[in-house]
């Protein structure tokens, strides 16, 4: 469950200006959602908040059950394992290979290759590149690239997905397989937020949406 009550944002070197203001929703646990607006609206701000990047200037702001303005500080990390992120830029850590990818979390968490290595070749095959777990990411191509992000964001089973314009950079056919790689998080019981600029997407994919524009909730539903 995440639940912003009147939530406002500035960044410090926003020059006094709010990048969100007054947000209020309720995503219920297990959840899809798409998150909409043009650019600038304030996506990617919304979904640094859900991953606890950001906190918020204002408001009250609770993410799977936990209020986190009243969370002792050293009780973030624990939270913020329980949270997948897809970002725009994947993020993918460049010297290392697929299969390191993906393991990482794991190996974050202590997890010892004999523990690991079924989970992160599941994900592999999950995701389609078991054949790639030594290729190099500036090997692959942008929607690999993107479903390696994808299968790194959830082999710790995150009980919060969130993707930043997930098929940003794809055609049509390699965008709609990552479309149904998080509808699958979902049916699985993941709370899964998308954001897009798309207006394609919902479309073909109906599902309850967040809109936003200048920061602003335009509608929820
Ligand atoms: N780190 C930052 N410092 C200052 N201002 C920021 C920062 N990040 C975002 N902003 C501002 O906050 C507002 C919302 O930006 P945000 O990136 O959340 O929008 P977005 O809808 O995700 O856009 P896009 O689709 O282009 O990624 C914009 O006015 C942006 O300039």
């Known amino acids: 469950m995440v639940r912003f009550t009147n939530i406002g944002l500035r960044y410090p070197e926003g020059r006094g200006q709010w990048a969100l203001s007054g947000l209020d929703f309720l995503l219920e646990t297990g959840s899809f959602t798409w998150l909409l607006g043009p650019s ?8 640094g908040l859900m991953h606890l990047a950001v906190r918020p200037t204002a408001g009250r702001m609770e993410v799977l059950g936990q209020d986190v303005a009243r969370m002792r500080r050293g009780a973030l990390p624990g939270l913020r394992r329980r949270i997948g992120v897809v970002f725009q830029d994947y993020r993918l850590l460049p010297h290392l290979n ?12 202590g997890l010892t290759e004999q523990r690991l290595r079924a989970d992160v070749t599941e994900m592999l095959r999950w995701v389609g590149l078991l054949e790639r777990a030594d290729a190099a990411p500036a090997s692959l191509s942008g929607g690999e690239q993107q479903r390696l992000a994808l299968a790194r964001a959830v082999v710790a089973r995150p ?63």
């Open 40 to 47: 600038g609206a304030g996506k990617s701000s919304v979904l």
């Open 98 to 109: 697929a299969y390191e990818n993906v393991a990482l979390p794991l190996r974050i968490q």
């Open 159 to 221: 009980a919060l997905l969130v993707a930043d314009e997930p098929t940003g950079n794809l055609d049509g056919a390699q965008a709609r397989r990552v479309i149904a790689l998080l509808r699958e998080m979902h049916r699985l019981g993941t709370t899964v937020v998308v954001a897009t600029h798309s207006e394609a997407l919902p479309e073909e994919y109906p599902a309850p949406a967040l809109r936003l524009e200048a920061g602003r909730l335009l509608s929820h539903g």
